[in-house]
């Protein structure tokens, strides 16, 4: 669409559901986008249809399999009807599969012009109770992706692989000599992801310069995948500077996990979008260097929190990262107190159905951090394990679709169990 001229502003999340009609298909993938054209909607249409003859649509029987279907569902706040178009579309208020993805985009519209004070999201939630539609996030390609919002569905294992000297926890404990091991022994413990980080982002850490950034996270990026047991490991890049994300993506890498949200590079969210990768938001209040001192959170800390996520995630639209290539995170440790980490976690849900924020997944790190030290009494971090354990069970019981730790196959044990009890 956007090399025909119809430029896409902002995308719906994906939902998947189960083909209707001819059911021996694929499950479908649903989404909705917002677009700015100066067509004609029988123009429009003309073109959608000649995407889909592009991307080798052959309409053989109606309703049959179907790798794409293109539908004009509102044309601003026209009603046409004509042989060839309908809009509002047919059947709109009767299909979650259509209303969910809308609602993301334009809650407040109405479909009808006769009952202006109708809006989508009263349609939504008039829809008869059911199981609930999974959004879905694509970490690595078309081999692995995240489904949040579904029962019996694994809690994805994020390892973290710091090359630094100074990491809080295991600084200067890998390097390139016997990387290879410890990406195995992550992989063979139940890890999914790889996050590699070459700066430390604990506080009142020192930044070190692009180049050297550079410098320690490629060589492992390559290393990871040239190992074979590694193929289907989605690998997370840990940084905020744009010109170490596009050199992470071009050695392979699938994720960017920015502690900033795009704020300290504003060449962040252009960066990724040009790419088409997913990224990862994370909230973050100041620096590194300054972020202890900004824990006031005045209007409560889960409404602080959302809606400053909200502005993070509006602007990454903005720059054209489609949402369903974007991931969040409450940002445990990073300008919060103690007492407060304890609270995103306890109300991590109430966060995660925060009205803009739902049908996103989460990726929530609390891994051997300060304030599980200050509850349990282990000063060193490596000792903070079992503190440890307990935060990423209260992580999956509230809805977190990746847990970021450093003991891998201990934490896939616990996120097993985790699943078990709450999401079998």
Known sequence: MDRRGIRVKRTSSLWETEPMYVLDQDRFLNGACEVETDLEPLDLLDQLQSIESDLGRRKLVDKGPRNIDLDILLYGDETISHDRLKVPHIS????????RPLSELVPSKS???SK???LIQDYLNELPTREPLSSLTPIRGVVQNL???VQNRKTQVMAILNLTPDSFSDGGKHNLESLDKTVLDCIHGGATIIDVGGQSTAPSRPEVSAEEE??????AIELIRSLPEARNI?????TYRSSVAEKAIASGADII????????????FSTVARLGKTICLMHMRGTPQTMTNLTNYEDGLIPTVAAELLQRLSAAEEAGIRRWRIILDPGIGFAKSADQNLELLRHLDELRTWPGLSG???LVGSSRKSFIGKVTGANEPSARIWGTTATVAAAVQGGADVVRVHDAAEMAKVTSMADAIWRS
């Open 92 to 99: 709109i208020s009767e299909r979650e599969f259509v209303l």
């Open 111 to 113: 479909l009808d012009p």
């Open 116 to 118: 202006p004070w109708k």
């Open 147 to 149: 489904t949040p919002l």
């Open 214 to 219: 550079i410098s320690r996270v490629i060589p």
């Open 234 to 238: 989605a690998i997370s890049v840990d």
């Open 257 to 268: 996990n920015d502690v900033s949200a795009g704020s300290l590079d504003p060449a962040m």
């Open 360 to 362: 996103l997944p989460w």
